[in-house]
């Protein structure tokens, strides 16, 4: 059987949620580094495998699959040893009830704020200060929710990390490096399980970017 392949860019924060679940769940992987500034990501080419262009996708000898949560989703459900999705019933809906948080509550949110902090900036285009900062009080309304589940449980979930943890660490720190916000450590609920998900070693073995990793 082939050896997966990762297409996509080692420093963005997509191709790194997905470096860091494959880290997790032990799966040798080869990375194939896609150069965007060449628009290596709009070729027609590329465009037959990811069809919105974007980064990153993966190859499982012959299967195509691109969005990152739902990569991590195929691997976590391939590596069942990872438990990285419950599959209890019950534990299964809490972790769902988890990831749309994610997706809903945070994603809009701290990928408005990066868009302002990091994107533009990148493109040559000036942050629109008031934008970022509606963003970042948006956010911070949100993670009073995190705040109270937190104080809960160690995880979104439960007492055990999941994917729906693993899905903020990519975006979180950009609000912190980028957008010049603490808001990620001033709640002391969500800052412990912050700098607990940071310290992982499958988040701290792609700070250099994502590579090819063959063995753990
Ligand atoms: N929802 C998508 C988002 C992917 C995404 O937006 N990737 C960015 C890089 S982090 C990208 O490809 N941007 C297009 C570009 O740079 O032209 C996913 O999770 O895979």
Redesign the pocket.
């Known amino acids: 059987m082939a050896i997966l392949k990762l297409y996509?860019?080692s420093s963005?924060?997509?191709?790194r949620?997905?470096g860091t679940v494959l880290y997790e769940a032990k799966v040798p992987f080869e990375f194939i580094q896609i150069d965007?500034k060449k628009g290596e990501?709009?070729t027609p080419e590329y465009l037959e495998k990811h069809p919105?262009?974007?980064?990153?996708?993966i190859d499982d000898d012959g299967f195509i699959l691109?969005?990152?949560?739902?990569?991590c989703r195929y691997i976590a459900a391939k590596y069942p040893a990872c438990k990285l999705i419950p599959t209890d019933p019950r534990k299964n809906a809490l972790f769902e009830q988890a990831a749309s948080i994610e997706l809903c509550n945070f994603e809009p949110y701290a990928g408005a704020a990066m868009f302002e902090s990091r994107g533009k900036p990148r493109k040559g285009l000036k942050t629109d200060q008031a934008a970022l900062d509606a963003s970042l009080a948006a956010l911070d309304t949100q993670l009073d929710g995190y705040d109270a589940i937190l104080a809960k449980h160690k995880y979104l979930a439960g007492d055990e990390v999941t994917l729906a943890d693993l899905f903020h660490l990519?975006n979180a720190p950009i609000l912190e490096s980028h957008a010049k916000s603490d808001i990620m450590t001033r709640k002391p609920h969500v800052a412990r399980w912050y700098k607990d998900l940071l310290s992982r070693p499958s988040w701290l073995a792609y700070e250099d970017g994502v590579k090819t990793t063959l063995e753990y």
């Open positions: 996509g860019d963005s924060t997509s191709t949620r997905v965007r990501h709009k919105f262009g974007r980064i990153p996708y691109y969005e990152t949560r739902a990569i990519p």
